[in-house]
């Protein structure tokens, strides 16, 4: 059973304009979610996170949009670099429970310079 | 500042082989989580501890897989008798008291089951 979905495998977008990845959920009981940058042979870096409290999180050129009532968290990059060029996880976990992260499957994004 | 340590960063086992996989938390951070990551997968919870005792292990597969974290020295994830399905990359991150959702990651270990 997902409970953290990425439908978009991948995603090509031209440098300097706006990229555009999406997560959708399935557990009401989420309350907080995060977003993960991976490199190949990497571990995950944490980019911006959001508490169900809020809507919208900024953090320069990341921003984060959660929609409680569709279930659907969105990043957008602006404006997007080449060095943006990665794996995107977004992640999703309960506050009151241990703490574990529920992730997606992963979007591969590629800016084009 | 050192970040999450993890050793080895590769390890080849035969099939049978025990494999000691190491996690050192950051510096002040008493929570580490234990993921694994299959090829074309996303991570998967395995299990979360805090000194000396395992708070959750509800991703553990039931047999063979181990995990502790001693009062000194790093975390330990143990797969005994390994098999091929057991190829992947496995990420430990902690977090600290005061700031338990956000978990930073180690660079992982990918084993590699022959």
């Known amino acids: 059973d997902q409970q953290v979905k990425q439908n978009s495998p991948s995603l090509s977008v031209q440098e300097g304009r706006i990229s555009i990845l999406n997560c959708d959920y399935t557990?009401?009981?989420?309350?907080?979610f995060l977003w993960y940058k991976k490199y190949p042979a990497e571990g995950p870096t944490f980019l911006i996170s959001i508490s169900s409290i809020k809507d919208k999180n900024e953090d320069g050129r990341f921003t984060v949009f959660l929609n409680k009532s569709a279930k659907h968290l969105s990043l957008h990059i602006v404006p997007s670099q080449p060095g943006d060029s990665a794996v995107y996880f977004c992640?999703?976990?309960?506050?009151?429970?241990?703490?574990?992260?529920?992730f997606g499957t992963g979007t591969r994004l590629k800016v084009l310079a | 500042n050192a970040g999450v340590m993890q050793n080895p960063r590769h390890l080849v086992r035969r099939r049978g082989q025990e494999a000691r996989l190491r996690c050192s938390p950051m510096?002040?951070?008493?929570?580490v989580y234990w993921y694994r990551q299959l090829p074309e997968e996303g991570l998967k919870f395995m299990v979360y501890?805090?000194?000396?005792?395992?708070?959750?292990e509800s991703g553990m597969p039931k047999e063979r897989f181990s995990a502790e974290f001693p009062k000194e020295g790093p975390s330990i994830l143990r797969i005994q008798q390994v098999v091929r399905g057991d190829s992947a990359a496995y990420f430990c991150?902690?977090?600290?008291?005061?700031?338990?959702?956000?978990?930073?990651f180690g660079p992982g270990t990918r084993l590699t089951v022959t």
């Open positions: 557990n009401s009981m989420f309350d907080y």
């Open positions: 501890l805090q000194k000396e005792n395992i708070i959750d």
């Open positions: 510096k002040g951070h008493s929570h």
């Open positions: 991150a902690s977090s600290s008291s005061g700031s338990v959702y956000e978990q930073y």
């Open positions: 992640a999703a976990t309960t506050t009151s429970g241990t703490y574990k992260y529920i």
